[in-house]
């Protein structure tokens, strides 16, 4: 990595829990191709604050985490089409002040289900009623999956989305199970927003894991959480978090620079960013 200096170029990350896997992706790739950048993940204390640094700061992107995919549509000035459809945002261009709002979120989603070829016709449970359970019922509707249960404690959040796709809402999981169950909360994250117990917690019962095909968590960190543990124990297809992070990391390197790095770059990476 370059030595710190006044013309490099700096990208940034806002998220309640930082974690360095996209400090470590985003670092390593500028270092693979000779870029005076670096990139630098925040907590911040205000979000309004925070983006106007961005403004102000001419600080080139800018990588949108929970829980605040929704609350910065305010702040931006244009919502490109991926995340206008889904009012959800995961990454910010920085161009001469104008500040550009995406989501690759959804790529990577519709990337992994078609990595996996899950067929469309598989029963879902879909876990939260966020940003990013936003982009996933997006990916989901639109590769064909119709059969679909959002499941939200948030009622008013979780009929919206549901109803927004076309899909049903519960409450809870209680008895029921799927083809493929989906948790899209932070229930298995470390140092997980919702209480530390829930850093150890399964964000589906026991049952909906025996009984499903296919496992998908979006938590990243860590790579193995409580969920995707259980699943492989029990033998099932799983989909990982760290998967959908690599994937959404390189389409916001993308929009950054401008540049796709190739294939060997990516997983060198990716690489980088789980030996942590």
């Given at each position: 990595?370059?030595?710190l ?58 990588a ?22 889904i ?9 001469g ?164 790095p ?15």
């Open positions: 990595m370059p030595i200096n006044k013309d490099m170029t700096l990208c940034i990350s806002l998220s309640a829990r930082p974690s360095n896997n996209g400090t470590r992706f985003h670092n390593h790739l500028y270092d693979q191709l000779g870029l005076n950048w670096i990139y630098k993940a925040f907590a911040p204390t205000d979000l309004g604050q925070a983006i106007a640094g961005v403004r102000g700061l001419g600080i080139r992107g800018c949108v985490s929970m829980p605040y995919k929704e609350d910065v549509i305010a702040l931006v000035d244009v919502m490109d089409p991926s995340a206008k459809a009012d959800s945002v995961n990454t910010i261009v920085n161009d002040g104008t500040l550009t709002a995406y989501n690759t979120d959804y790529t990577a989603i519709e990337q992994l289900l078609q990595r996996n070829a899950v067929p469309s016709a598989y029963s879902v449970l879909l876990r939260g009623a966020g940003g990013m359970a936003k982009a996933t019922a997006a990916a989901l509707r639109d590769a064909g999956f119709r059969d679909v249960t959002v499941i939200a404690r948030n009622e008013e959040a979780g009929r919206a989305l549901a109803g927004l796709y076309g899909f049903a809402w519960r409450a809870d999981v209680d008895a029921l199970t799927a083809d493929m169950i989906i948790n899209v909360t932070p229930i298995g994250m470390a140092g997980s927003m919702a209480g530390g117990s829930d850093a150890e917690a399964l964000s589906f019962p026991q049952e909906a894991v025996d009984a499903a095909t296919v496992v998908f968590d979006v938590v990243a960190l860590p790579a193995e959480t409580p969920l995707i543990k259980a699943a492989r124990a029990a033998g099932k297809t799983v989909i990982t978090g760290a998967e959908v992070a690599t994937i959404q990391a390189l389409e916001q390197f993308v929009l950054y620079t401008g540049i796709r190739s294939d060997e770059q990516v997983r060198a990476a990716e690489d980088f960013m789980r030996a942590q």
